[in-house]
């Protein structure tokens, strides 16, 4: 039989060696908690959310495992003694065949995979403009809106390349949305706010939107196949990214998985809100 208590707020709490049985977390959040070397056996874990999460040399055995969405960077997983890393890469190629074209190797190939993902971009943005305005800044199962995505990619094109690329010592708009992090109370590094209470309309970001990928147009479009490999020259101002070097090639192709993903993102939210 459980005992019921009031709900209880551990803060800073060494808990490590602790045995819970038959006890109900239900609803519980556990935000910068150290789970290494934990054993679960016998228990129920479902209808939750890992958000943020870094998991590695895990081991389950004898699970159920039902109606499980996995959305992230997946390496090394083995179900059933079988690599499945490998089987989900080539299976997303098949369902995005443009998808493969965000591994370039050349100039040439660099070119085509931007004017990709602008192709992308335009037909995603005239399908967000069919929904109420108002359902553009709805955050689908706890994710960023469709507003707050376009938001993050203002960040990240300014600090991978009006920051990086450009060398800019001011690059970011106050527009731009950092990344989450499990620990509010960290300070964002130099030049970075994170304002989630702003609702700009969607024709304000797309404005800043434009502007950003104008400027990448323009640093693609003179590419050539040694410049690739040219290193950018470390930003004198401290902040995001690290102020040192990053060879060009490398800056890129980031910043053409930052533009994927996130599309892949707003499509399937897209989807649920219509």
């Not at 001011?170 to 989450?180: A, K, V």
Request: aromatic share 8%; with cysteine; hydrophobic share 35%.
């Amino acid at each position: 039989m459980l005992r019921s208590r009031a709900m209880g707020e551990f803060v800073d709490e060494d808990l490590s060696g602790s045995r819970f049985l038959r006890v109900d977390l239900g609803g519980s959040r556990f935000q910068l908690s150290q789970f290494s070397g934990v054993e679960f056996r016998g228990c129920e874990i479902s209808d939750s959310r890992m958000h943020i999460m870094e998991i590695s040399g895990l081991r389950m055995s004898g699970v159920e495992f039902n109606d499980v969405e996995i959305s992230g960077d997946v390496g090394n997983l083995k179900v059933n003694g079988v690599e499945v890393g490998a089987l989900v890469e080539a299976e997303l190629d098949r369902r995005h065949p443009e998808r493969v074209k965000m591994r370039p190797i050349d100039a040439a190939g660099f070119r085509e995979a931007w004017a990709t993902l602008e192709q992308l971009w335009d037909g995603t943005v005239e399908r967000a403009r069919r929904l109420d305005p108002e359902r553009l800044h709805e955050s689908v199962n706890g994710e960023w809106s469709f507003i707050e995505t376009l938001r993050h990619l203002v960040l990240v094109t300014d600090g991978w390349i009006r920051r990086t690329v450009l060398g800019d010592p001011s690059p970011f708009d106050p527009l731009g949305l950092p990344w989450d992090d499990p620990n509010e109370a960290r300070a964002l590094p130099p030049g970075l706010t994170r304002d989630r209470e702003a609702r700009p309309s969607l024709d304000t970001v797309l404005k800043l939107r434009r502007d950003r990928m104008a400027t990448v147009r323009d640093i693609i479009e003179g590419l050539t196949d040694e410049s690739l490999d040219s290193e950018t020259t470390p930003n004198p101002v401290p902040g995001w990214p690290e102020s040192r070097g990053y060879r060009l090639r490398n800056v890129l192709l980031h910043l053409f998985s930052e533009e994927w993903e996130h599309r892949f993102y707003a499509e399937r939210d897209l989807a649920l809100l219509s």
